[in-house]
């Protein structure tokens, strides 16, 4: 989770520590007790910002549609500002499951960035925090694909969705143990990860999961530099599918305990979305 939302001192500090990421060209920041990805979700890729220092690690997302790539607004809304103050920088995409920090190998590409009209306006029951970069040529990549309306509602309803399990995917910092606070988090990495993860409740605008890696859930998360990555939905059997039910937004500061994503199936986020992507 990089960039966040300013109204709350978690956010605040993730907010801060992507602006001195950048500004002062340090290493990148991956999932929590995670492992690596590979090959494992190549339509998952990472925005990167590409200054004469070289390429930095910024958010992460997913290829929803040929040429839509699906992130968060708090990812976007920065950027024009970015560019203006640094005209010589650029924002760009990779799906590599390495981002090549040197610019010189690697595959990027271009696009436009859309933020939600609506972010930010409707406080934290709904941010509308959810944005899309259509990009200027296609990858050579299955796309993901989005749930069905109200589709978590109705698993709730129906009593399936407690024991629901999804997989976050990401290129933010890591953690491999829960025995220290922020300075147990290592943002070193700019490698494309992955963790499994146990649904803990539902509201309106959120899917919020456990990170601990201990107890039931046996869980891991998202941290800095995981925002607008997926959190693609497990089926009743644990087969993971290509259904994007969520995006990282948000957690706690220290990348322990809890995950808190924005739900895709909410009318708020499908009526962003249907002017970028047929929804299902």
Same mark, same amino acid.
């Given at each position: 989770?990089?960039l966040?939302? *300013?109204?709350?001192?978690?956010?605040?500090r993730?907010?801060c520590?992507?602006?001195?990421?950048?500004? !002062?060209?340090l290493? &990148?920041?991956?999932?929590?007790f995670?492992?690596?990805?590979?090959?494992?979700?190549?339509?998952?890729?990472?925005m990167?910002?590409?200054?004469?220092?070289?390429?930095?690690?910024?958010?992460?997302g997913?290829?929803?549609?040929?040429?839509?790539?699906?992130? &968060?607004?708090?990812?976007?809304?920065?950027?024009?500002?970015?560019?203006s $103050?640094?005209?010589?920088?650029q924002?760009?995409?990779?799906?590599?499951?390495?981002? $090549?920090?040197?610019?010189?190998?690697?595959?990027?590409?271009?696009?436009?960035?859309?933020?939600?009209?609506?972010?930010g306006?409707?406080g934290?029951?709904?941010?509308?925090?959810? &944005?899309? *970069?259509?990009?200027?040529?296609?990858?050579?990549?299955?796309?993901a694909s989005?749930?069905?309306?109200?589709l978590?509602?109705a698993?709730?309803?129906?009593?399936t969705?407690?024991?629901?399990?999804?997989?976050?995917?990401?290129?933010?910092?890591?953690?491999?143990?829960?025995?220290?606070?922020?300075?147990?988090?290592?943002d070193?990495?700019?490698?494309?990860?992955?963790v499994?993860?146990?649904?803990?409740?539902?509201?309106?605008?959120?899917?919020?999961?456990d990170m601990?890696?201990?107890?039931?859930?046996n869980?891991?998360?998202?941290?800095?530099?995981d925002?607008?990555?997926?959190?693609?939905?497990?089926?009743?059997?644990?087969?993971?599918?290509?259904?994007?039910?969520?995006?990282?937004?948000?957690?706690?500061?220290?990348?322990?305990?809890?995950?808190?994503d924005?739900?895709?199936?909410?009318?708020?986020?499908?009526?962003?979305? !249907?002017?970028?992507?047929?929804?299902?």
């Amino acid at each position: 989770m990089t960039l966040m939302q *300013i109204n709350s001192p978690n956010k605040l500090r993730r907010l801060c520590a992507a602006i001195v990421l950048a500004a !002062a060209a340090l290493p &990148a920041m991956a999932i929590t007790f995670g492992t690596a990805d590979g090959s494992g979700h190549p339509n998952v890729g990472s925005m990167v910002v590409k200054t004469p220092n070289g390429v930095f690690q910024w958010c992460s997302g997913t290829l929803i549609a040929p040429q839509v790539f699906l992130t &968060a607004s708090h990812c976007t809304q920065p950027i024009a500002q970015y560019l203006s $103050d640094h005209p010589d920088w650029q924002f760009l995409v990779t799906f590599d499951p390495i981002i $090549d920090t040197t610019g010189t190998t690697g595959t990027f590409y271009t696009g436009t960035p859309h933020t939600n009209p609506l972010y930010g306006t409707g406080g934290q029951n709904d941010p509308h925090d959810i &944005a899309v *970069i259509t990009l200027d040529s296609a990858p050579p990549l299955s796309p993901a694909s989005l749930p069905t309306a109200g589709l978590f509602d109705a698993m709730k309803a129906s009593g399936t969705l407690n024991g629901t399990r999804f997989t976050a995917v990401g290129y933010g910092s890591t953690r491999d143990s829960i025995k220290k606070g922020p300075q147990g988090i290592d943002d070193s990495n700019v490698e494309r990860q992955t963790v499994d993860q146990g649904f803990r409740f539902l509201t309106d605008a959120w899917l919020t999961f456990d990170m601990l890696p201990t107890g039931s859930n046996n869980s891991g998360g998202t941290c800095y530099g995981d925002s607008g990555g997926p959190h693609f939905l497990r089926d009743t059997n644990g087969t993971e599918t290509e259904i994007v039910a969520a995006i990282t937004i948000t957690g706690d500061a220290q990348c322990k305990s809890s995950d808190k994503d924005y739900r895709t199936d909410s009318p708020s986020a499908r009526a962003f979305l !249907a002017d970028f992507v047929t929804l299902p």
